[in-house]
């Protein structure tokens, strides 16, 4: 995690950077087209928010995310890593039974994943997939998915993008230890053995450029098992201010099917970051 934010901190700095060579375009489009085609079809971003609260409470937020993508002729390929960590003002008790107020970690997860997609013609294309992803305060403590299927761009042009994935898997996760309160209060935690299954994935990434300078994006993932029935919705605005900086408002919905007694089936989590478009 540590590295995740030292990587955000260097695209904040390197966003700073070009902010004075491209302060004097009068366009704010995010449109790296031309600088993709020069670079096997590469173009990325990376994404950094921070917010810290001190004097009647105390928290620090902190977010990171970098996406690597690649289109071409031939090849339809993601990559992509996210980070997440929170530390708040907790209520515990102390051996002598006291309630007190702790600094401690509420949120803790990082995830990475890619894709590589080979075009079969310039819509369809066969997709390899994998993701990994580990949550301190999730329903599981970490999942781990592979999967094969088909992909098929239904719209792709220079307003707006569809495009759909779908295939078999397999996914395997180890739920989040099981509480259980000791008639004496004592907080006892159960280790959940492994879960493994065959899921079908899907994928939906849909793109539409509102104005020459905002532009929305939504994706949404399934992976569905008999077990346990996993589904993602990332939806984001993002304002640009240059060509490279950009401003982005996301928000972010998880939901496990099968939970452990106490945890929450549905996580939440709302951003606002600085972008460093590459």
Same mark, same amino acid.
């Given at each position: 995690?540590?590295?995740?934010? *030292?990587?955000?901190?260097?695209?904040?700095?390197?966003?700073?950077?070009?902010?004075?060579?491209?302060?004097?375009?009068?366009? =704010?489009?995010?449109?790296?087209?031309?600088?993709?085609?020069?670079?096997?079809?590469?173009?990325?971003?990376?994404?950094?928010?921070?917010?810290?609260?001190?004097?009647?409470?105390?928290?620090? %937020?902190?977010?990171?995310?970098?996406?690597?993508?690649?289109?071409? &002729?031939?090849?339809? %390929?993601?990559?992509?890593?996210?980070?997440?960590?929170?530390?708040? !003002?907790?209520?515990?008790? #102390?051996?002598?039974?006291?309630?007190?107020?702790?600094?401690?970690?509420?949120?803790?997860?990082? &995830?990475? @994943? $890619?894709?590589? @997609?080979?075009?079969?013609?310039?819509?369809?294309?066969?997709? =390899?997939? $994998?993701?990994?992803?580990?949550?301190?305060?999730?329903?599981?403590?970490?999942?781990?998915?592979?999967? *094969? =299927?088909?992909?098929?761009?239904?719209?792709?042009?220079?307003?707006? &993008?569809?495009?759909? !994935?779908?295939?078999?898997?397999?996914?395997?996760?180890?739920?989040? #230890?099981?509480?259980?309160?000791?008639?004496?209060?004592?907080?006892?935690?159960?280790?959940?053995?492994? &879960?493994? !299954?065959?899921?079908?994935? @899907?994928?939906?990434?849909?793109?539409?450029?509102?104005?020459?300078?905002?532009?929305?994006?939504?994706?949404?993932?399934?992976?569905? @098992?008999?077990? %346990?029935?996993?589904?993602? %919705?990332?939806?984001?605005?993002?304002?640009?201010?240059?060509?490279?900086?950009?401003?982005?408002?996301?928000?972010?919905?998880?939901?496990?099917?099968?939970?452990?007694?106490?945890?929450?089936?549905?996580?939440?989590?709302?951003?606002?970051?600085?972008?460093?478009?590459?």
């Amino acid at each position: 995690m540590k590295k995740t934010l *030292i990587a955000g901190l260097v695209l904040a700095a390197l966003a700073s950077a070009v902010h004075a060579q491209d302060a004097n375009t009068t366009s =704010g489009t995010t449109d790296n087209s031309s600088n993709a085609a020069n670079n096997g079809g590469w173009s990325g971003s990376g994404e950094f928010g921070y917010a810290a609260a001190r004097g009647n409470s105390r928290t620090d %937020n902190a977010n990171a995310k970098l996406t690597l993508n690649q289109e071409n &002729e031939l090849w339809k %390929n993601n990559f992509f890593l996210n980070g997440l960590r929170s530390k708040g !003002e907790v209520q515990v008790q #102390d051996e002598q039974g006291n309630t007190i107020n702790r600094f401690s970690t509420t949120a803790n997860r990082y &995830e990475t @994943g $890619a894709s590589v @997609g080979y075009k079969l013609d310039t819509r369809s294309y066969i997709v =390899g997939a $994998a993701r990994y992803d580990h949550d301190d305060f999730g329903a599981n403590l970490w999942q781990g998915t592979v999967s *094969i =299927g088909y992909g098929y761009i239904a719209l792709k042009n220079e307003q707006a &993008e569809l495009s759909f !994935e779908i295939g078999p898997g397999y996914k395997r996760y180890r739920p989040a #230890d099981q509480t259980i309160t000791e008639p004496d209060g004592t907080v006892v935690k159960t280790r959940q053995d492994t &879960e493994s !299954e065959p899921v079908a994935r @899907g994928l939906v990434n849909f793109k539409y450029r509102l104005t020459g300078n905002t532009a929305l994006e939504d994706t949404f993932l399934l992976e569905a @098992g008999s077990k %346990n029935k996993y589904y993602q %919705n990332d939806i984001g605005l993002s304002v640009s201010m240059t060509k490279k900086l950009a401003i982005k408002l996301g928000y972010q919905v998880r939901f496990n099917s099968d939970v452990q007694e106490g945890i929450k089936h549905t996580d939440t989590l709302a951003t606002t970051n600085m972008v460093y478009n590459f």
